[in-house]
């Protein structure tokens, strides 16, 4: 089944079913001046010990990017690693992955996902944080009320922080409904976020968010190794070299494994023009 999908048209936004499938693909996109954020496909779990096996799973990612020599990091999922479960379950198994992630020189960036998650994201990030866990990054989400506020409370951590609008469906009490609220609270996040002295990843395929974030780090003299761009693999290639060929870092956040359902079907909903795509792939295919 998972395979046949792909077929359909998750193949774009899905980079392999195997660890083996997405090494080429990193080797590639490496190759064209891209860094990658890697994730394995999950959320939910619903047991303890399919926690620590994706805990194993993501030790293993790491090690092969290390021998690999990629320039990859990690994003992942707090419920993937049982938050669903528990707050402590979730914490252990990210600072298992964190640690290991240290001993690699690497980084692991810490999914945001819907609402009822923020309070035990951010209170598990701050925890790494003040473990000394220094290479663990978070993302902020401009379309909840609550965000600037978040900022600022982080903001004595010098976070390194993902901004993105928000992918899930929130109610009109905790986040903007209409997109240019959203827009808006977006381009002023990128700015509070680039002055306030952590590192920024802005996290966008809107070139006006894109333009306006430029402009503000020429105007603010912010430098290059202060932030990156980063989008999502298979989403609008022609602006993911365009900012490259601008000289900024873009990092590709793109994500494997077999469990590709769920992540699939929050691209299609967030442009219903990819389901033409599908479709159009189902009947050539
Ligand atoms: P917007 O939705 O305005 O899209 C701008 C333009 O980009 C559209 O007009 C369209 O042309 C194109 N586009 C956008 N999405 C597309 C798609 N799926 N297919 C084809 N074209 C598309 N969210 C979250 O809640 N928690 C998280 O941790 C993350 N992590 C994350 C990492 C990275 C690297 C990215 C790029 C995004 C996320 N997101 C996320 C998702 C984010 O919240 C948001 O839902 C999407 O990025 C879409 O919003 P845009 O900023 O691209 O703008």
């Known amino acids: 089944m998972a395979a046949k999908g792909l077929q359909l048209g998750a193949r774009r936004f899905v980079a392999g079913e195997t660890l083996d499938d997405f090494v080429e693909i990193v080797r590639e996109l490496n190759r064209g001046g891209f860094l990658v954020a890697s994730a394995i496909l999950g959320e939910q779990v619903a047991s303890e010990g399919e926690t620590h096996r994706t805990t194993a799973e993501y030790k293993q990612l790491l090690s092969r990017i290390a021998s690999e020599g990629l320039k990859a990091n990690v994003a992942l999922k707090l419920t993937h690693l049982g938050l669903g479960i528990s707050e402590s379950l979730a914490s252990e198994n990210l600072a298992e992955i964190v640690a290991h ?77 209409k997109k240019p609220d959203v827009d808006a609270a977006f381009k002023r996040l990128i700015e509070h976020a680039l002055l306030a002295g952590g590192y920024t990843a802005i996290a966008t395929h809107d070139e006006d968010a894109i333009r306006h974030a430029s402009s503000f780090i020429r105007a603010k003299v912010i430098p290059n190794d202060r932030f ?58």
């Open 101 to 177: 992630a240290a001993r690699l020189t690497t980084s692991i960036r810490v999914d945001m996902e819907d609402s009822a998650r923020v309070d035990a994201t951010l209170r598990i990030y701050r925890a790494m944080r003040k473990a000394r866990h220094d290479n663990v990054g978070a993302v902020l989400q401009a379309y909840l009320y609550r965000t600037p506020a978040d900022l600022e409370a982080l903001g004595d951590c010098k976070p390194n922080l993902r901004l993105v609008k928000g992918a899930y469906l929130e109610p009109p009490s905790v986040a903007y409904a």
């Open 228 to 285: 990156e761009f980063q989008m999502l693999y298979g989403v609008r290639p022609a602006l993911q070299k365009h900012v490259r060929d601008q000289g900024y870092t873009v990092r590709i956040a793109a994500p494997f494994g077999r469990e590709w359902y769920p992540y699939f079907m929050r691209r299609l909903a967030e442009r219903p023009a990819n389901v033409a795509f599908v479709l159009r792939s189902f009947l050539k295919g």
